[in-house]
């Protein structure tokens, strides 16, 4: 080879030699003890920390806590510090944990009697450190939880000690405390049910009737539970705090609700105030014992929306989904309550009949050495041994001695037995009494005879164990969490309008960043802005800073979705130079940022006139024509309460076939709608147009709502949806303001009863029409024409009872001012005052009835009607498959609106 080819050669095996020393990716298989380490660790998780057992409820740290306790009791406190170190001998990990897991358990008021600082649930407050707080076992868990002769035991972790596989809970403790934990692949959150409630819903299966159980929270609160789903995978909780209104300007937090704190609620408070959502003044946390915010609102305000809006916007209501899981045999399983409580109670019969037959096995002991005790004495065999030399000697004289006696016994002598014999002292034998020996022995087959007639009756000793846990420990333990069906509350209704949105309507833009341009109205960040233009066209969108509609916007506005009573009034001509068309039509539901054409759709349509009404009026407008040819006729009157309101794409009645100049407003006009009836649904306390509850009337735009309260205070409101009303209501009707109101009511001051009579002098003003002593309360009181009441008076020491006394309030009094004081009813003591049935009477029509024709679910009148009919004839073009899909069209043409 020659000298090139073998540098050649050896450049070539150097770079070999390079190129396998760079690093090589590999494939490393897992294999051996990492093959299932991960899963080792899962299964840890969820059995041995985050999933409390079916058993008992508890969770191993909570077990062995608990077995600490009871290993350290002696009827006094124990520093925290030492149960936690005493603990460790038995839990694997570190003192935080354990101490963190006790405190957890000692503030849920059950199974620890704690003393010192524990912190607060309501609050948020931390507890102080283990070394200053103290602990001792409850009478109730003492009662409930421990029993070490049906305990199952094994081995501690390190091998030292014996500790309990479950405790011998007899008692929904799982239920009653609630638990949550966060595992490897899986999560449990029972809540917390009420004691009382747990008991009884025991009893109930144990006697085989249904039973329902619901959660009940140590934060009280109130909560809708509809969606519960038995705590199952996929129910939902709502909880709401309990706000009241504390005076005009004042709002008061008096329950929070579960797994919120004080601290949290303000917070949210605060951060809702930040964003505009709501608008308050200050804040005050009075909390202590019990909760006390006291949230200061501006003036002008209304706290009936600003409760809405705390609701909407802040942590005032939060949603809890429940997920029921525990450990069985060492498995996770998903389960409702109901369930968990069945589980619970037959482990509770099951470990009272282990007890019971531990108990009789223990009495018949008793009984059988009692006896032995006595033949032994009694016949003097002791003496039969006097003269054995070996011990099997003298077990045998012994048994041999005691034969003939023995038949009586219910099983056979054992050398242990004789054995126990032989160690009874010569003092005891020189003392023994016959008597009382057989008492002794009779007693104690009193308490086997017992103790049987409770095996035999198990169910029934579990009901009386049952019933007396609640006897004992029941006190104190009712329900604190209100149940009630809550009302959605709309966000868009409630929302504080925190910026100002304005238009450029010539370049066809709206947002609340044009500053420059026109203001249009307050809006919040969360609304949707409903446009039109010149051409016709309409778009909804979100409020934002700056948006494209399209040029000469002649409309703006804040869009109120499946808003039925804004009617739009449209005259709009068809393409450029197409006859001339008037509509009415009704906007309840879009596709956000969707252009709809409300014209025929032809290029160059342009509108000639265009209204917003929030209260479907509908006014007059002049059209005029251009002087264009032969056109005679160039000006004349348009009411809109001569079109009938349709869809959106209805093509609308004809106008005029002609050019037209300019269309321009005559007369404003009145509601052509039908009046809105108003239901009031008593299980939410709200009103609602959707026929839920009680119907309260039709109201027209200028109708108010008449309440009156039991402390005497009346007051007339607009109807609101939005409305929120005093748990002390006790009158809700529509308001007729010639009606008046009847009422008799004791004056604590005068110490009488009286009667008056009064109208509602000042609309929307809340008037007290009893006098303002602290011992005045009101009687009766009826918004019927002509009431009626009975008096029934006390009897007087000496004395027949006065004959009850019915009194007409009409004929008794006249119609004065809402503060007079009313004439006096009597002098004599009264015992009860009761309304009885009104006297006939025909109240006066509103409205008389010649007036008003229905047509369809519009009201309108006989004369629009007519105008109507000739309208359809010469506009043929209004055909009903033109209508809008999102409203309701019956099949002559009326838009329904309720």
Not at 245 to 271: G, R
Request: glycine content about 6%.
């Amino acid at each position: 080879m020659t000298e090139e080819e073998n540098e050649e050669l050896e450049n070539t095996n150097n770079e070999s030699h390079q190129e396998s020393q760079e690093p090589q990716e590999t494939i490393t298989k897992v294999t051996g003890m990492y093959k299932d380490w991960f899963l080792d660790y899962a299964s840890y998780v969820i059995l041995e920390r985050a999933v409390p057992a079916i058993e008992d409820g508890f969770k191993p740290v909570q077990r062995r806590i608990m077995h600490s306790m009871k290993d350290l009791d002696d009827g006094r406190y124990n520093k925290v510090a030492n149960i936690v170190g005493h603990t460790m001998q038995y839990h694997p990990h570190g003192d935080a944990s354990i101490a963190d897991a006790m405190v957890q358990i000692g503030q849920k008021d059950l199974l620890i009697d704690t003393q010192g600082n524990w912190g607060n649930i309501l609050t948020g407050d931390s507890a102080a450190a283990s070394r200053y707080i103290e602990a001792r076992l409850s009478k109730f868990a003492l009662d409930v939880v421990y029993n070490p002769k049906i305990t199952e035991w094994q081995a501690s972790y390190d091998g030292r000690r014996k500790e309990p596989i479950n405790l011998p809970v007899m008692f929904p403790l799982l239920l009653a405390q609630g638990g949550e934990g966060i595992a490897v692949g899986l999560s449990t959150k029972i809540l917390p049910h009420n004691f009382i409630e747990l008991i009884d819903a025991s009893v109930k299966h144990l006697k085989g009737k249904r039973f329902t159980i619901l959660p009940d929270f140590p934060t009280a609160g109130i909560a809708d539970f509809t969606n519960y789903n038995d705590g199952l995978r996929g129910g939902k909780v709502r909880v709401r705090a309990k706000i009241a209104q504390h005076d005009k300007s004042t709002l008061a937090i008096t329950e929070i609700p579960f797994t919120t704190t004080t601290s949290s609620l303000i917070d949210s408070i605060l951060k809702a105030n930040d964003k505009g959502k709501i608008k308050i003044k200050k804040i005050e946390d009075n909390t202590a014992a019990k909760v006390e915010i006291l949230i200061h609102l501006p003036s002008g305000l209304s706290p009936d929306k600003t409760i809405d809006a705390l609701y909407a916007f802040t942590n005032c209501e939060t949603s809890i989904s429940p997920l029921g899981c525990v450990i069985e045999d060492n498995k996770p399983l998903f389960v409702g309550v109901s369930e968990m409580l069945r589980r619970s109670t037959d482990n509770t019969v099951q470990l009272l009949k282990s007890e019971l037959e531990i108990r009789l096995g223990e009495y018949e002991e008793q009984w059988h050495f009692a006896s032995l005790e006595r033949i032994f004495i009694e016949n003097r065999i002791y003496r039969d041994i006097e003269e054995e030399e070996t011990w099997d000697g003298v077990i045998n004289a012994i048994d041999k001695g005691l034969q003939p006696h023995i038949k009586h016994l219910k099983r056979a002598i054992t050398v242990e037995d004789i054995t126990r014999l032989t160690e009874i002292r010569i003092k005891r034998i020189s003392k023994f009494d016959i008597d009382k020996a057989q008492q002794k022995i009779e007693a104690l087959e009193d308490q086997i005879a017992e103790v049987k007639h409770h095996l035999n009756n198990l169910i029934d000793y579990a009901i009386a164990y049952f019933e007396r846990l609640k006897k004992d420990y029941g006190e104190g333990k009712e329900r604190k969490t209100e149940i009630r069906i809550f009302d959605d509350v709309d966000a868009t209704k409630v929302v504080i309008r925190n910026t100002k949105l304005y238009v450029n309507r010539e370049e066809g833009f709206v947002g609340t960043a044009l500053r420059r341009d026109e203001y249009v109205c307050d809006c919040s960040d969360i609304d949707d802005i409903i446009c039109f233009t010149q051409e016709g066209k309409m778009m909804v969108t979100k409020v934002d800073s700056k948006t494209f509609i399209g040029k000469n916007i002649i409309h703006v506005a804040v869009f109120k979705k499946k808003d039925k009573r804004t009617i739009y009034n449209m005259i709009y001509r068809d393409g450029k130079k197409g006859p001339s068309y008037v509509k009415r039509f009704a906007v309840t539901s879009m596709t956000r940022d969707r252009e709809y054409d409300l014209t025929n759709g032809n290029k160059g349509s342009v509108v000639w006139y265009f209204s917003a009404n929030p209260n479907g009026e509908a006014e007059v407008v002049t059209v005029m024509l251009r002087q264009v040819g032969s056109v005679k006729k160039l000006k004349w009157d348009l009411d809109f309460a001569d079109v009938i309101i349709k869809g959106r794409k209805s093509k609308g009645n004809l106008v005029t076939k002609h050019s037209v100049k300019r269309v321009e407003l005559k007369e404003k006009g009145v509601s052509t709608l039908k009046p809105r009836k108003i239901w009031f649904d008593d299980a939410v306390q709200r009103l609602n147009v959707d026929d839920r509850g009680e119907l309260i009337g039709e109201f027209r735009g200028e109708d108010r709502l008449l309440i009156i309260t039991q402390s005497g205070i009346a007051k007339t409101i607009i109807p609101e949806l939005t409305t929120r009303f005093d748990e002390d209501m006790i009158i809700l009707e529509k308001w007729i303001p010639k009606k008046p109101i009847s009422a008799i009511y004791y004056d604590g001051e005068k110490e009488r009863y009286y009667v008056k009579r009064f109208l509602i002098e000042q609309e929307g003003k809340e008037e007290l029409f009893i006098s303002d002593h602290s011992d005045s309360q009101l009687e009766i009181v009826s918004t019927d024409w002509r009431p009626r009441a009975e008096v029934e008076f006390t009897k007087e020491r000496g004395k027949d009872r006065k004959e009850n006394m019915e009194v007409d309030l009409e004929d008794f009094i006249a119609i004065k001012g809402i503060t007079a004081l009313g004439n006096q009813l009597t002098k004599d003591k009264i015992n009860q005052v009761s309304l009885l049935s009104p006297l006939p009477y025909e109240a006066p029509e509103e409205t008389p009835a010649d007036e008003i024709e229905v047509v369809g679910e519009e009201t309108i009148s006989k004369e629009t009607k007519a105008v109507n009919s000739d309208a359809s004839k010469s506009n043929p073009s209004n055909e009903k498959n033109d209508l809008d899909e999102d409203s309701d069209i019956d099949d002559k043409g009326q838009v329904t609106l309720f």
